[in-house]
């Protein structure tokens, strides 16, 4: 299986920060990477995909980019709706799997 | 839009089934090159993938779930299903199912259903 390694797993930030969170595969996944966010008691939500394009109506502000095993999703200018749970996940191979999550929680 | 709602029983007693059944709205589950998956969280914890099915059938499960796990496809009434079977406590967690592709990873997801597993 190829693990996915998030980090930090929980950062503390105010409206208007630029933050960035980190994914690594534990073996090359070209840029089969999606990131999703999840609002408590919420489905999660699809934010990029392919590690870099934003899905439909997905705000600017966030980014991905990276390739092979070393991920990034940066949030430019923090909103107060971006307080939640991202998880990545690669699309590789099987089985599927994600990472362990990064909480974004207001300093 | 398309959208997915997921249905079953809330509550199921250890060593059955569990079953759930995922419908799709709003479009034809058989339409593009998309596969069906279901997704669980336990709570407060991260997402684990349980498996795809595709329309014409193929699967493909996670292996620490695979001899309890069968998914299958009703494009009659654009339906996917789940059966986990000999189910513990450690069963117990919100199932999502969602649509993914293979260049998109998974794009549309249900709200999730709550499965407890206790007698």
């Known amino acids: 299986d190829i693990q996915m390694t998030q980090s930090p797993s929980s950062v503390s930030a105010s409206v208007g920060d630029k933050i960035t969170i980190t994914c690594r595969a534990s073996?090359?996944?070209?840029?089969?990477l999606a990131w999703y966010q999840q609002k408590p008691e919420k489905a999660p939500k699809s934010l990029i995909y392919?590690?870099?394009s934003l899905q439909s109506g997905v705000p600017s502000r966030f980014s991905g980019s990276g390739s092979g095993t070393d991920f990034t999703l940066t949030i430019s200018s923090l909103q107060p709706e971006d307080f939640a749970t991202y998880y990545c996940?690669?699309?590789?191979?099987?089985?599927?799997?994600f990472g362990g999550g990064t909480k974004v929680e207001i300093k | 839009q398309v959208q997915l709602q997921e249905s079953g029983p809330g509550l199921v007693k250890p060593s059955q089934t569990l079953s759930l059944t995922c419908t799709v709205s709003?479009?034809?589950?058989?339409?593009?090159?998309?596969?069906w998956s279901w997704i669980r969280q336990p709570a407060g914890k991260g997402l684990e993938w349980i498996g795809r099915?595709?329309?014409?059938?193929?699967?493909n499960y996670n292996p620490s779930l695979k001899s309890r796990v069968t998914m299958s496809v009703d494009t009659s009434k654009n339906q996917f299903s789940l059966k986990l079977t000999s189910v513990t406590a450690a069963d117990t967690a919100v199932y999502y199912c969602?649509?993914?592709?293979?260049?998109?990873?998974?794009?549309?997801w249900g709200q999730g259903t709550m499965v407890t597993v206790s007698s």
């Open positions: 969602a649509r993914g592709s293979p260049s998109d990873g998974f794009d549309i």
């Open positions: 709003g479009g034809s589950i058989s339409s593009g090159t998309y596969y």
């Open positions: 099915v595709y329309t014409r059938g193929s699967t």
């Open positions: 073996q090359g996944i070209s840029s089969w």
């Open positions: 392919a590690a870099s």
């Open positions: 996940q690669q699309y590789h191979s099987y089985p599927l799997t």
